[in-house]
């Protein structure tokens, strides 16, 4: 059982939360097969493709609604953001041991103008579950980033994007882990250092009550996904609403 409450208490003080192991290993084998299959869609990987995008994915994979549509996670999401959650982007990603070092550089998704005496929220207004179904290890591909409290400074703490950053942490997570991150946390992405693909899906969440567009937000919809949405309530509420 997850402790909402204190995963956002969590996100509050230090930006993230990973919930390890949320999804099983079955489940696991069923979304690498699901995410292999749009990859040689797309041609594969090899040494001179490392890296496959799979936008929107719930759109292009409607069978991964049971792993977006999880009650107990969306009823945290609910905790996280104070409001009904709204699925506002599904993505995935899969790479392989040519990718980059640094598969993507230090980036945050935060994209709103923050007022100049800097931000005074009461919780974030956007978040990610993003899940790591190898995990998350050296060996694999880790998720890196910088932990922040809630209204902390956004600015870019260091010049290079494509470096290690003082105070960074290099989260270790077993595969099926899910990390919920605000939308303002700095991380970054290293490929792994043993060959091997590296799987990663998820959503950005954000308020009901806050409809702010936003550049990464897509429409996830088709007439497989409306069947779904009547059978898991849970997914229909966060594309439909509350």
């Not at 930006?15 to 299959?37: F, P, T, W």
């Not at 003082?166 to 700095?186: C, E, K, M, R, T």
Request: proline share 10%.
């Amino acid at each position: 059982m997850i402790d909402r409450t204190a995963v956002a208490t969590e996100i509050n003080e230090r930006g993230y939360c990973v919930l390890e192991a949320c999804y099983h290993e079955e489940e696991c084998r069923q979304i690498r097969a699901i995410m292999d299959r749009l990859c040689e869609q797309k041609g594969g990987l090899s040494p001179n493709t490392s890296y496959i995008g799979l936008v929107p994915f719930l759109q292009l994979a409607p069978e991964m609604a049971p792993f977006f549509g999880r009650p107990d996670l969306v009823e945290t999401f609910a905790e996280v953001l104070q409001d009904a959650p709204r699925l506002a982007h599904s993505g995935a990603s899969v790479t392989n041991e040519y990718a980059n070092p640094f598969i993507i550089s230090w980036h945050t998704h935060y994209q709103w103008e923050v007022p100049p005496d800097g931000l005074n929220r009461q919780q974030p207004e956007r978040i990610f579950c993003n899940v790591y179904v190898d995990g998350s290890t050296p060996e694999i591909g880790q998720l890196i980033l910088i932990p922040r409290r809630l209204n902390d400074p956004i600015d870019q703490p260091c010049s290079d994007r494509r470096a290690d950053w003082p105070g960074q942490v290099n989260v270790v997570a077993p595969p099926g882990s899910a990390v919920i991150f605000d939308s303002a946390l700095w991380h970054t992405g290293k490929r792994g250092t043993k060959p091997g693909l590296r799987h990663l899906f998820g959503g950005e969440y954000q308020r009901w009550h806050d409809l702010r567009p936003h550049p990464e937000d897509n429409i996830s919809e088709s007439p497989a996904l409306a069947q779904y949405k009547r059978d898991l309530p849970a997914l229909r509420r966060l594309i439909d609403g509350p």
